[in-house]
């Protein structure tokens, strides 16, 4: 009879550390392919739509640019397995609070909230400090080789940006668990989804969401493609989920609506004045 094992010995440890790794590769490789590959295939098969929306005109990614972002994506994603290996030892071991437990509603949504309100802050300061002359070459450049982007750009960071990309998530389990808060799977698994479908649609290329997004009031704070495709194409445009911080800090694109508004008004071409294919 084989004994079981004993969670002190460095067999186990190690045994526990490959599986969280080996996971967090699983979980992070399959979100971005499902995401980016989903999104690729809609754009495809409404091609008429998305060339009517197309932000910018007379400019796309060639296949030099998708082998680079999908060969620098895979860097990303072992990165992040590297800080869901993290976040699941520190569980582990108490550092980091998360309930396995079914929460309630009001939960859910307070904590969704909070933590998705949190990263746009995030994002939008660590975004400005790799624009900097000091760190853009060392952390940023890389991810604006893609001038044009795609759905595929979303993971494509050098290894400094992936870290300090998804840092936040480990940063923010820690503090809100020294505060004696558990966060709900349920609500940490929402963010991480909501957060890689909202990066491939910023990357877009053609604009995803409704004519008159930015001239209501209920829905203009909410960035659309356009706010981030200006971003790779001008340097404004910092914010991720929300442009009230790129409104506060007077780094908003000062066409950013003229431009949306062209783009979800343009008049789609027919079908016979598409480019005929090779």
Known sequence: ???????????????????HFLFGIYFDLSRYLIAAGVLTAVLLVFRGFAESRRIQVGRRASRADYRRELLSSMRTVAVYAVVTLTILVGRETGVILLSVKDADLWTIVW???????????????????MHSKRLFRATHLHH??????TPWTAYSFTMTEA?????????????????????????????????MIRNVMAHAGSELFPAGWVDNPWTSWISTTTHH??????????????TFWDRWMGTEHPRYRETFREVTTRRRQ?????EPAE
């Open 163 to 195: 870290v300090i990309e998804v840092a936040f998530v480990p940063v923010f389990l820690f503090v809100t668990s020294q505060l004696g808060i558990a966060y709900a799977v349920f609500a940490i698994l929402f963010f991480i989804w909501h957060q």
């Open 1 to 19: 009879m084989i004994a079981p094992a004993n969670p002190s010995t460095l067999e186990y440890a190690a045994s526990r550390v490959a599986d």
């Open 144 to 149: 604006h080789k893609s001038r044009t982007p």
């Open 111 to 129: 904590q969704i909230a909070l933590i998705v309100i949190a990263h746009d802050a995030w994002f939008y300061w660590a975004h400005r400090a």
């Open 229 to 242: 495709d200006l971003h790779h194409s001008s340097g404004h445009n910092f914010g991720f989920y929300f």
């Open 270 to 274: 027919p079908e016979a004045a598409a």
